[in-house]
């Protein structure tokens, strides 16, 4: 049993099932909390909890999203085709890693926390944050 709720976590269930099916069976909306907050024990407790109401709006600064996949385009005009509408935004990725950077100012800081993210919720603040906070700061204000 303990192997399984290893694996679980690990997100290497080896049964040819992902964690996605998993968190549906478990609670509605095991999924949905799990992609605005990423921490399976956060996970377990609000979902054992019968009072439990899901709530989109509970992204906050510093905790990961599992933010949607990027859809392959071969080319920019069949990408301005598939959008129709100026509201969206759109930027090529061309190699390299995604980071999601969170940035805020707690009260009573001189400067903004910034910290980045993997879309797989890896904490990289040491890798890129050396390199890449004060350009992050000059940029976003808070």
Known sequence: EIKWLV?????????GMQYQQVLKEFHPHA????????????????CNDKNF???????????????M???????VSKLSKKIS??????EPKYDGERILIH?????????????YFTRN?????SIYGPKFDHV?????KS
């Open 7 to 15: 694996r679980i976590i690990l997100k290497d269930m080896r049964i």
């Open 31 to 46: 999924l949905d909390l799990y992609n605005t907050c990423t921490n399976l024990e956060e996970v377990c407790e609000k």
């Open 53 to 67: 109401v899901y709530s989109s709006l509970s992204i906050q600064v510093f905790k990961c999203i599992k933010p």
């Open 69 to 75: 996949l990027a859809t392959v385009v071969p080319s």
């Open 85 to 90: 509408s100026v509201d969206h935004i759109y």
């Open 103 to 115: 940035v805020s100012k707690p009260r009573g800081a001189e400067v903004p926390k910034v910290m």
């Open 121 to 125: 919720s890896k904490d990289y603040t």
């Open 136 to 140: 992050i700061r000059d940029q976003v």
